[in-house]
Protein backbone atom coordinates (compact mmCIF):
# COMPACT_ATOMS: atom_id res chain seq x y z
CA UNK A 1 0.00 0.00 0.00
CA UNK A 2 0.93 3.64 -0.52
CA UNK A 3 -0.15 6.85 1.57
CA UNK A 4 -0.40 9.75 0.00
CA UNK A 5 -0.84 13.16 2.07
CA UNK A 6 -1.42 16.65 0.21
CA UNK A 7 -0.41 19.78 1.76
CA UNK A 8 -0.04 23.76 1.04
CA UNK A 9 -3.64 24.80 -0.10
CA UNK A 10 -5.14 27.74 0.79
CA UNK A 11 -6.66 30.93 -0.21
CA UNK A 12 -5.01 33.13 -2.88
CA UNK A 13 -6.10 36.22 -4.58
CA UNK A 14 -6.37 35.99 -8.67
CA UNK A 15 -2.60 35.85 -10.04
CA UNK A 16 -0.88 34.46 -6.78
CA UNK A 17 0.42 31.50 -6.46
CA UNK A 18 0.47 28.53 -4.25
CA UNK A 19 2.94 25.56 -4.11
CA UNK A 20 1.58 21.96 -3.02
CA UNK A 21 3.28 18.45 -1.60
CA UNK A 22 2.37 15.34 -1.71
CA UNK A 23 4.08 12.79 0.56
CA UNK A 24 4.12 9.57 0.07
CA UNK A 25 4.88 6.59 2.00
CA UNK A 26 4.19 2.91 2.13
CA UNK A 27 5.29 0.59 -0.41
CA UNK A 28 6.41 3.73 -2.49
CA UNK A 29 8.34 2.77 -5.49
CA UNK A 30 10.15 4.24 -9.02
CA UNK A 31 7.59 2.50 -11.42
CA UNK A 32 4.96 4.98 -9.78
CA UNK A 33 3.36 7.98 -11.51
CA UNK A 34 2.12 10.75 -9.70
CA UNK A 35 -0.13 13.10 -11.30
CA UNK A 36 -2.66 15.57 -9.75
CA UNK A 37 -6.38 16.11 -10.34
CA UNK A 38 -8.55 18.20 -9.13
CA UNK A 39 -12.73 18.42 -8.40
CA UNK A 40 -14.76 21.62 -8.43
CA UNK A 41 -18.10 21.99 -6.78
CA UNK A 42 -20.39 20.21 -8.89
CA UNK A 43 -17.83 18.99 -11.64
CA UNK A 44 -16.25 15.91 -12.74
CA UNK A 45 -12.65 14.84 -10.98
CA UNK A 46 -10.04 16.23 -13.81
CA UNK A 47 -6.65 15.90 -14.86
CA UNK A 48 -4.10 18.21 -14.06
CA UNK A 49 -0.71 16.87 -14.38
CA UNK A 50 1.35 14.21 -14.18
CA UNK A 51 4.89 13.03 -14.20
CA UNK A 52 5.87 9.72 -15.35
CA UNK A 53 7.64 7.12 -13.62
CA UNK A 54 9.57 5.71 -16.38
CA UNK A 55 11.17 8.67 -17.94
CA UNK A 56 10.64 12.02 -15.67
CA UNK A 57 8.49 13.02 -18.91
CA UNK A 58 5.65 15.36 -17.26
CA UNK A 59 2.50 16.71 -19.25
CA UNK A 60 -0.36 19.67 -18.13
CA UNK A 61 -4.14 19.80 -19.39
CA UNK A 62 -4.15 22.53 -21.55
CA UNK A 63 -5.98 24.91 -18.86
CA UNK A 64 -3.07 24.79 -16.46
CA UNK A 65 -0.26 24.92 -19.03
CA UNK A 66 2.50 27.24 -18.95
CA UNK A 67 1.09 28.42 -15.69
CA UNK A 68 1.28 25.09 -12.82
CA UNK A 69 4.96 22.90 -12.66
CA UNK A 70 5.32 19.49 -11.82
CA UNK A 71 8.53 18.22 -9.96
CA UNK A 72 9.95 15.20 -7.92
CA UNK A 73 12.52 14.80 -5.55
CA UNK A 74 12.75 11.03 -5.39
CA UNK A 75 14.92 11.07 -1.81
CA UNK A 76 12.11 12.51 -0.02
CA UNK A 77 9.41 10.71 -1.24
CA UNK A 78 8.00 14.25 -2.73
CA UNK A 79 5.92 15.74 -5.23
CA UNK A 80 5.26 19.03 -5.47
CA UNK A 81 2.95 21.07 -7.65
CA UNK A 82 3.71 24.96 -8.22
CA UNK A 83 0.56 26.65 -9.04
CA UNK A 84 1.68 30.63 -10.75
CA UNK A 85 -1.11 33.06 -12.49
CA UNK A 86 -3.66 31.51 -10.40
CA UNK A 87 -7.45 32.11 -11.77
CA UNK A 88 -10.15 31.81 -9.81
CA UNK A 89 -11.48 28.81 -12.13
CA UNK A 90 -8.50 26.78 -10.40
CA UNK A 91 -10.45 26.74 -7.29
CA UNK A 92 -11.15 23.01 -6.40
CA UNK A 93 -10.06 20.01 -3.97
CA UNK A 94 -6.37 19.18 -5.73
CA UNK A 95 -5.49 15.47 -5.19
CA UNK A 96 -2.69 13.41 -5.78
CA UNK A 97 -2.96 10.25 -6.81
CA UNK A 98 -0.57 7.75 -8.07
CA UNK A 99 -0.13 4.45 -10.06
CA UNK A 100 1.70 2.08 -11.82
CA UNK A 101 2.85 2.80 -15.02
CA UNK A 102 2.77 5.05 -17.73
CA UNK A 103 -0.36 4.37 -19.52
CA UNK A 104 -4.26 5.93 -18.99
CA UNK A 105 -2.41 8.90 -17.26
CA UNK A 106 -5.58 11.11 -17.92
CA UNK A 107 -8.01 8.87 -16.19
CA UNK A 108 -8.65 8.92 -12.67
CA UNK A 109 -9.93 5.78 -12.54
CA UNK A 110 -6.61 3.99 -13.42
CA UNK A 111 -4.82 5.44 -10.60
CA UNK A 112 -4.54 3.04 -7.51
CA UNK A 113 -3.81 5.64 -4.60
CA UNK A 114 -5.29 8.53 -3.40
CA UNK A 115 -4.48 11.24 -0.85
CA UNK A 116 -7.31 13.31 0.92
CA UNK A 117 -7.05 16.46 -0.98
CA UNK A 118 -6.44 20.36 -0.15
CA UNK A 119 -8.82 22.82 -1.01
CA UNK A 120 -7.70 25.52 -2.95
CA UNK A 121 -9.72 28.72 -3.07
CA UNK A 122 -8.22 31.57 -5.82
CA UNK A 123 -10.47 35.20 -5.05
CA UNK A 124 -11.41 37.43 -7.76
Known amino acids: QVQLVESGGGLVQAGGSLRLSCAAS????????VGWFRQAPGKEREFVTV????????YYADSVKGRFTISRENAKNMVYLQMNSLKPEDTAVYYC?????????????????WGQGTQVTVSS
Open 26 to 33: GRTRSTLS
Open 97 to 113: AAKEGSDSIWVPNEYDY
Open 51 to 58: ILASTGYV
